[in-house]
């Protein structure tokens, strides 16, 4: 009886002893006891739900964050496409504005031609010749008008060398000068831009009249002093 006790004592001391060198041979470090004790601790589940919470809201912050970058580069593909829009319709107005302009300006001298015709006397009157000329003038300068065509304005008005181009100058007392008095050569305006300027006459001052106005202020200072 007393060496069956005695053996089942031994056999449970070399038990404890086996599990102690269990323990020797694979020590648990301290980081690993505090992590366990952590994933026990009844803290370790509100912490994980916050970690889980902050994640989420990255994540919605970043989809909101691509969301407006998307936005915006769709409304400024938009605000390009708009211009382009607006832009190509003024190019092509443009294009329809200009396109006749080098066909206008072989027929000028065309008009020109038949504004002499008119200027001499026919034979008799209500010459049906002369009223053919006439009649072929005005429907051209109508279809001329229609597509933006207009003479440069001359006899009477100030020289404009942006328009005019001045022939010579003729001394007179009835214009000022500087005045347009006579024409050339018309000139033409094509949707305001100028196709040919106006060949003129400009207005001088007779030498009389300028010596006499430059005499004048020195003969006043005389009398003055």
């Known amino acids: 009886m ?3 006790r005695k053996s089942k004592s031994t056999s449970l001391k070399s038990a404890a002893e086996i599990a102690a060198e269990r323990r020797l041979k694979s020590p648990k470090t301290d980081e690993e006891e505090r992590k366990e004790g952590a994933e026990r601790s009844p ?3 509100p912490a994980a739900g916050e970690a889980a919470a902050v994640s989420r809201s990255e994540k919605i912050e970043a989809l909101q964050k691509e969301r ?5 580069r769709l409304l400024r593909m938009a605000a390009e496409f708009d211009n382009y829009r607006k832009r190509t319709a003024r190019q092509q107005e443009e294009n329809v504005k200009w396109a006749a302009e080098e066909t206008v300006r072989e027929l000028l001298p065309m008009l020109g031609s038949f504004k002499r015709a008119m200027a001499i006397e026919p034979p008799e009157e209500n010459d049906p010749f002369r009223e053919g000329i006439e009649q072929i003038y005005q429907q051209l300068n109508d279809a001329f008008g229609k597509i933006g065509l207009r003479v440069v304005e001359t006899v009477g008005h100030p020289f404009d060398p942006t328009v005019h181009e001045a022939v010579m100058g003729m001394e007179t007392d009835e214009y000022p000068e500087g005045t347009v008095i006579e024409e050339m050569e018309e000139g033409y305006l094509l949707n305001g831009r100028l196709l040919r300027p106006a060949k003129v006459i400009t207005a001088k001052a007779k030498r009389a009249a300028q010596e006499a106005a430059q005499t004048e202020p020195a003969k006043e200072e005389t009398e003055g002093d």
């Open 2 to 4: 007393m060496g069956k």
């Open 43 to 45: 803290e370790a589940e």
């Open 68 to 72: 407006d970058e998307l936005e915006d």
